[in-house]
């Protein structure tokens, strides 16, 4: 089965607020995790990443957060914009692995005006 | 500097044709790598290549499908005989050693 999967498929939010995709997964060999944002119809767009001896990192807007208790992984996006409106894909890599990467199936978020 | 480059865009192959996909990596990257995505899914990892090299192809069909990295030119993974089934995205990352950086995709069709 699917060893990384996400809570919720789709997102809803208003402009400005701020979103919260969830994202767990089942190895605890995993030691690197990104997200990518993909628009239809074209390909992934890394957007942040964080290693497993990491439990936070933050980019431009964007937080990532990685409780390996709980295996769980959450991408925080402040004063979301319309212009975020995507779906969101967390991957892992297994140590060890050739960074071959595992997806989840994506959260789709819509940013309404 | 130009990013990961594929091509076709878009292709349109017949049950039992072959299909070419193509991936030029980001100048500078070695490293290779493959995977597909079906509606509504996320992607699936196929095969990593380096150069002339094929180091993990664990994600590839055992049957019709081969990948390629050769010395000069762009990165060939090549679909023999054509099912329906393999309609999909075809999406390719190269990478200098970590952190992979995305095509645009290759949208297969098989009528």
């Known amino acids: 089965g699917e060893s990384v999967g996400l809570h919720l498929p789709t997102l809803s939010v208003q402009e400005g607020d701020n979103s919260i995709i969830n994202c767990a997964y089942s190895n605890s060999a995993s030691d690197y995790f990104i997200w990518y944002k993909q628009e239809s119809g074209k390909g992934p767009q890394f957007i942040i990443d964080?290693?497993?001896?990491?439990d936070k990192r933050q980019g431009q807007r964007v937080t990532v957060l990685l409780n390996k208790t709980v295996k769980h992984l959450s991408l925080q996006i402040a004063a979301t914009q319309p212009g975020d409106s995507a779906v969101y894909f967390c991957a892992e890599n297994i140590k060890g692995s050739n960074y071959k990467l595992t997806f989840g199936k994506g959260t789709l978020l819509t940013v309404n005006p | 500097n130009a990013g990961v480059m594929q091509n076709p865009r878009h292709l349109v192959r017949r049950r039992g044709q072959e299909a070419r996909l193509r991936c030029s990596p980001m100048k500078g990257h070695s490293h290779v790598y493959w995977y597909r995505q079906l509606p509504e899914e996320g992607l699936k990892f196929m095969v990593y290549l380096q150069k002339e090299n094929i180091i993990d192809e664990s994600g590839m069909p055992k049957e019709r499908f081969s990948a390629e990295f050769p010395k000069e030119g762009p990165s060939i993974l090549r679909i023999q005989q054509v099912v329906r089934g393999d309609s999909a995205a075809y999406f390719c990352a190269s990478s200098p050693a970590g952190e992979q950086y995305f095509g645009p995709g290759t949208r297969l069709t098989v009528t």
């Open positions: 964080i290693r497993s001896n990491m």
